[in-house]
């Protein structure tokens, strides 16, 4: 059995992956969004999207701070995407069986509790709470990295 300093960081390691994970969806979404207001500033201009905007057809006001907000949403992304890297979650993951991956992605990532889970599962709490200790013991049989 892992030691427990391990341990608590290894369920540190998984909530920032979460929240990352959730992050960069919600970037994902806002860069959507974006891209569908500068494709609307390019219509109303009369010009085709991509296309350049010359002198002679000025840029509609807002492009401009629409695509620097863009290119700071798409640094935002890069970086938490380079974290997630850096936390090498995603190989650790794959040790886990179904059922284990299924436990720690709803304790770790969406934040639910046991008894929640163990409702959801038609499980008790304490094979709830049986599967995901046997989880993390297995992810760090694989190995621990940290963000630097």
Do not use: W
């Not at 850096?86 to 720690?104: C, F, M, P, T």
């Not at 992605?105 to 709470?129: C, E, H, K, P, W």
């Amino acid at each position: 059995m892992a030691d427990k300093e391990a341990i608590e960081q290894l369920k540190r390691d998984l909530r920032t992956y979460g929240y990352y994970k959730g992050r960069i969806r919600e970037v994902e979404s806002e860069l959507y969004n974006l891209s569908q207001q500068i494709k609307d500033c390019y219509k109303a201009s009369g010009i085709s999207y991509g296309e350049p905007m010359s002198s002679s057809n000025p840029k509609h006001p807002r492009v401009t701070s629409l695509i620097n907000e863009e290119a700071d949403l798409l640094l935002e992304r890069k970086r938490y995407i380079d974290d997630i890297g850096r936390l090498g979650i995603d190989e650790k993951l794959k040790v886990l069986n179904d059922v284990q991956l299924k436990i720690v992605q709803a304790i770790y990532f969406d934040g639910l509790s046991y008894r929640f889970i163990a409702s959801q599962m038609n499980y008790s709490v304490r094979t709830i709470q049986y599967y995901n200790d046997k989880g993390l013991n297995e992810i760090l049989k694989y190995g621990t990295r940290t963000i630097d």
